[in-house]
């Protein structure tokens, strides 16, 4: 079947104004925030489960690639349709479905925006906890596929800790129902397989999350460090007292400077690092371990501790970290973010290898991250115009998450394998490990329709181990 | 397996991959069986390596292998039609890492949860873990079941604290999932498909943990109410509250009749709030609670309190062989009618009920046994656990976790769950194609 001849049946699916098919239209769904680009043959913008259901059907009885997506704002390429595949956007699946405040769920779709979720069950003092920090933006199926995380999944766990439901139309087409409003079932623990399985399973039309009750105190503090080593000794000393924050954030001199640049949260300018910890939970608790968490900075050498007074200090002190994407873009034409993580006492070794690193490929290298679980997101400068460039950046990126592996790590912490990734799955997992999974994908997604080439190594990688460069087909220009 | 001789050939091929000092041939010899049916072998391999030698052989020849750890819950899951290995984990027992300051060990899965428990309780730190007969309950058993038990409430389910394992699949793969670091997405979450898959899928040889601080103080606040109803309105109100406790339970009057708690009357419903922390911390709960409170518990008092919870499904079985146990998962605004339902499906069958719950997040444990001088058959049993499930709201499971051995061929151990068998089916033939893990025990 031709391209015009899916575009025709998707149209019948979906309805006339709800596909693209024009090369300008569908470009502008060729990339995520990642930096890699692949152009898709149509986009479809189901506005029912059983939309998706046909389109699936339409699409694994002529065999083309298919990949869901929420907003693109995905850091591993894990939205990207394969070069003239169907990307299935969830832009009109964003509604909540159900909030049920008894038991503490909501049903939503998968175009949901993670955000405003939250928003809308504010004033229930309810909140859906994980925040990524593009949060505004991502949608929640993208969360489930990605199993993202953010600053607060230090206490509160990724996305997969707060879904307990999942509506999936398999590759077949066939609509399925895996766990519920419970927290738990007997049975295999299917939705938990499901979430972060990156898109290769099924896609999800309904979720199932966990609603949790806002705390009722926080505390915000901003622990202003000489140095990196400083600030990465104190993340291993907090740990270590046995406190565990809500969100342990940190970011580097570079790193702040840039964002203080940009939005002005309040970060200080002459800093070698700053720690951004969150406290929350029962007043009294909260308070105890504020002064705890003091304690601790200011015997690792902390120049001054300072604490959010009002509301609107500590969102201002939170949007310099969520806001520094953006904040990169203002000093250079592209960036190369990692996922790494390493055991939490690693940091101050793992920074500064990623120093030796920097210096090493002349690049640089700024490090904005979630120190409290030892999820690292390196921020690699460099301009794609200049192949060479690209080059060094990736050979310096995967130096590092080499560097995190040996220390006992993993390559991604909550972006996800996706396309960028797959590659260093092998050092990461043994030849048995991945054929394992990949069995797992082959009994859901035998012929490879849904999301291919992602997660797993292309089959000659699963022997040989090379890096992202020699493999980067799908890299164009500019972000 | 047929004859003697094959026999002799498959013992020395065990005792190959093995060693001769871990293979048990003659079922006369090793007094474990599996709800009644004696495995021809038990063998003990060592290593990860030697379970894909059982396994892989055990394919070969169309053996059917149960995995074993402390044998706390071998007596649940339906009668096996067959059982040939029994494979007892009980030699997995090193430990892979232990990093105290990053709170996070990796451990064999025979090593039992007590020890677990211990190591790292020197260093001030937590493991959550707290399925019953902790000094028996294996970290491979406790995973492979799913157990837990009153920590369930603040500090979430293994699906939450287990961040790594290592097993060999039903087809003698090895492989592993997720890792040692507490935030890991990359590859499929296989922690999540062998937890609760009754070892079925794979067999796991070592499991990662994240751990926690050792809280410096618990105190446990016990209140009393006049029915069930009293005491989840009394729930409620503790999850709309700022309070955070780690355990929040619900108990029965009979139930608590059945742990002998000390001191207390057995007339009312209680609910169990533990709280951790600093004496502030515990005096808010003291402020909070008020006058719901009847009895404050704290020491070893508290200890033995929170272990006869944790045991409550062993003893039930032990008190009462003829009793049925029922595990159950159900949304929270379901529990009053679940309670309601089951109070009458015991009443019409002569059966006495005995509840704990673990009611802030969904799980009740229903035990239910013939009443005193009633006259008790086996169609009062079917007829108990089919109204049970009939009475079950959407979205919840059930599983039978002791049956008396006149109803086992009649009570099926599991019972609905939500989740689509097709895709259950599916996992299971990538895994263990030959169906040989506990065969017939679990869903197919």
Known sequence: MSLAQVVDHLRNIAGRDAVLDRPEDVMLYEYDAGIRKSTPGAVVFPQTTEQVSEIMRLASSVHMPVVARGAGTGLSGGAISQKGGIVIAFSRMNRILEVDVENQRAVVQPGMVNLQLSEHVSHLGLYFAPDPSSQKACTIGGNVAENSGGPHTLMYGVTVNHVTGVEVVLPSGEIVHFGGKAAESYGYDMTGFFVGSEGTIGIATAITVKLLRKPEKVATLLGIFESVDDAAQTVSAITAAGITPAALEMLDGWTLRTIEAYCHAGYPLDAGAVLLIELDGLREAVEEQAEAVREVCLQQKAREVRRAKTEEERALLWKGRKTAFGALGRVSPSYYTQDGVVPRSQIPAVLRHIGYVAKKYNLIIGNIFHAGDGNLHPLILFDIRFPDQLERALAASKEILEWCISAGGSITGEHGVGMEKRDLMPVLFTEQDLDVMISLRNAFNGDDVLNPQKLFPTPRMCREITGPAQNPVLVQEGM | ?444
Request: hydrophobic letters at 40%; aromatic letters at 6%.
């Open chain 2, 1 to 444: 397996m047929s004859t003697a001789s094959t026999a002799t050939r498959f013992g020395s091929e065990f005792r190959a991959i093995c060693g001769a000092e871990h293979v048990v041939e003659d079922p006369e010899l090793h007094p474990r069986n599996i709800l009644g049916i004696a495995p021809a072998f038990a063998v003990t391999p060592g290593s990860a390596d030697e379970v894909v030698g059982v396994l892989r052989f055990a394919n070969e020849h169309g053996l059917v292998v149960v995995p074993a750890g402390g044998f706390t819950q071998q007596h649940s899951g339906n009668l096996p039609p067959q059982v040939d290995v029994l494979l007892h984990t009980t030699r997995l027992t090193e430990v892979e890492h232990y990093d105290a300051a990053d709170l996070t060990i990796g451990i064999g899965a025979g090593c039992t949860v007590a020890q677990l428990a211990s190591k790292v309780a020197v260093d001030r730190l937590f493991f959550p873990g707290d399925p019953p007969l902790q000094e028996r309950c294996t970290i491979g058993g406790m995973l492979a079941t799913g157990l837990y038990g009153p920590h369930r409430h603040g500090y979430g389910s293994p699906r939450d604290y287990c961040i790594g394992v290592r097993f060999v699949t039903g087809d003698a793969r090895k492989a592993k999932g997720g890792g040692r670091v507490v935030k890991n997405v990359a590859g499929y979450d296989m922690m999540k498909l062998l937890i609760g898959s009754q070892g079925t899928l794979g067999i796991i040889t070592s499991a990662s943990f994240k751990l926690f601080p050792a809280p410096r103080q618990t105190r446990t606040f016990l209140s009393e109410f006049a029915s069930a109803g009293e005491a989840l309105a009394f729930r409620n109100r503790m999850l709309h509250s700022p309070l955070d406790p780690i355990c929040l339970e619900l108990i029965s009057p009979e139930a608590r009749a059945l742990l002998t708690l000390e001191g207390i009357s057995c007339a009312s419903w209680s609910i169990l709030v533990r709280a951790a922390g600093s004496d502030a911390v515990v005096a808010r709960y003291h402020a909070e609670l008020g006058s719901a409170v009847s009895r404050e518990v704290e020491g070893r008092q508290e200890h033995d309190l929170w272990q006869a919870v944790s045991d409550f499904p062993h003893t039930v079985g032990e008190r009462h062989p003829r009793s049925l146990l029922f595990s159950m998962t159900l949304p929270l605004a379901d529990v009053q009618p679940v309670l309601d339902g089951v109070a009458m499906v015991a009443q019409s069958n002569s059966f006495t009920l005995a509840t704990i719950g673990r009611v802030g997040v969904g799980h009740l444990l229903v035990a239910m046994r013939p009443e005193p001088h009633a006259e008790v058959t086996l169609v009062n049993f079917v007829n108990a656990a089919s109204g049970l499930r009939n009475r079950l709201p959407r979205d919840a499971s059930v599983a039978v976790l002791h049956c008396p051995a006149e109803a086992r061929h009649h009570v099926p151990a599991w019972g609905p769950m939500p989740t689509d068998l097709a895709s259950m089916r599916a996992v299971k033939l990538a895994l263990d194609p030959k169906d040989i893990l506990n065969r017939g025990r679990f869903l197919f």
